[in-house]
T-cell receptor, first 116, second 115 residues
Framework: DADVTQTPRNRITKTGKRIMLECSQT?????MYWYRQDPGLGLRLIYY???????NKGEISDGYSVSRQAQAKFSLSLESAIPNQTALYFC???????????????FGPGTRLTVT | AQKITQTQPGMFVQEKEAVTLDCTYD???????LFWYKQPSSGEMIFLIY??????QNATEGRYSLNFQKARKSANLVISASQLGDSAMYFC????????????FGAGTQVVVTP
């Protein structure tokens, strides 16, 4: 089984709808992240969390909210979806630094979201 | 603020040849880390290689090596003996000194390996 799972994998929704993307991990990591990927822009950080009591905004948090329900679960919500939120969304986790401090991030498979 | 620049939007390389993907970065952090990820057409993000800013030697992982030039703020990825399966998007990313581990990504380079 995958270490980081995301549901749904694909979603089409209409403008104005509320939608939640879910992420679960079995790696036992404290740190979890949500990124979005747009063509030509790479991945950009939306939110990140160190533990269930710690939520932080990333580079592009407007229009999004998150919930860290447990160490293993981190959900991303679009309260009122708009077409320019159409993107590929990734959840990622990382543990404590290893060796020289790699903080390697482990990514989920991604959720392709289309807002019409 | 940190910034990662990948100036090559796309490139073609012949099978069995080596290819260098450029990455330059800008940061004022005293300690940082540089990553390369591969994204095949299926969409998943695959970690390839990591270089710490204080590492004395360039990182290598199998056919991947990182040409780290700290003074020039560059961290180029070299793929030796390209294979058809290397066709993918490649992202350079950086994390800063803070303990959060969050990454700043470049825009990516699309590599197509031809027979």
């Amino acid at each position: 089984d995958a270490d980081v799972t995301q549901t749904p994998r694909n979603r089409i929704t209409k403008t104005g709808k509320r939608i939640m993307l879910e992420c679960s991990q079995t790696k036992g990591h404290d740190r979890m992240y949500w990124y979005r990927q747009d063509p030509g822009l790479g991945l950009r950080l939306i939110y990140y969390s160190f533990d269930v009591k710690d939520i932080n905004k990333g580079e592009i948090s407007d229009g999004y909210s998150v919930s860290r329900q447990a160490q293993a679960k981190f959900s991303l919500s679009l309260e009122s979806a708009i077409p320019n939120q159409t993107a590929l969304y990734f959840c990622a986790t990382s543990g404590p630094p290893q060796g020289a401090g790699s903080y390697e991030q482990y990514f989920g498979p991604g959720t392709r979201l289309t807002v019409t | 603020a940190q910034k990662i620049t990948q100036t090559q939007p796309g490139m073609f390389v012949q099978e069995k040849e080596a290819v260098t993907l450029d990455c330059t970065y800008d940061t004022s952090d005293p300690s940082y880390g540089l990553f390369w990820y591969k994204q095949p057409s299926s969409g998943e993000m695959i970690f390839l290689i990591y270089q710490g800013s204080y590492d004395q030697q360039n990182a290598t992982e199998g056919r991947y090596s990182l040409n780290f030039q700290k003074a020039r703020k560059s961290a180029n990825l070299v793929i030796s003996a390209s294979q058809l399966g290397d066709s993918a998007m490649y992202f350079c990313a950086m994390r800063g000194t803070d303990s959060w581990g969050k990454l700043q990504f470049g825009a990516g380079t699309q590599v197509v390996v031809t027979p």
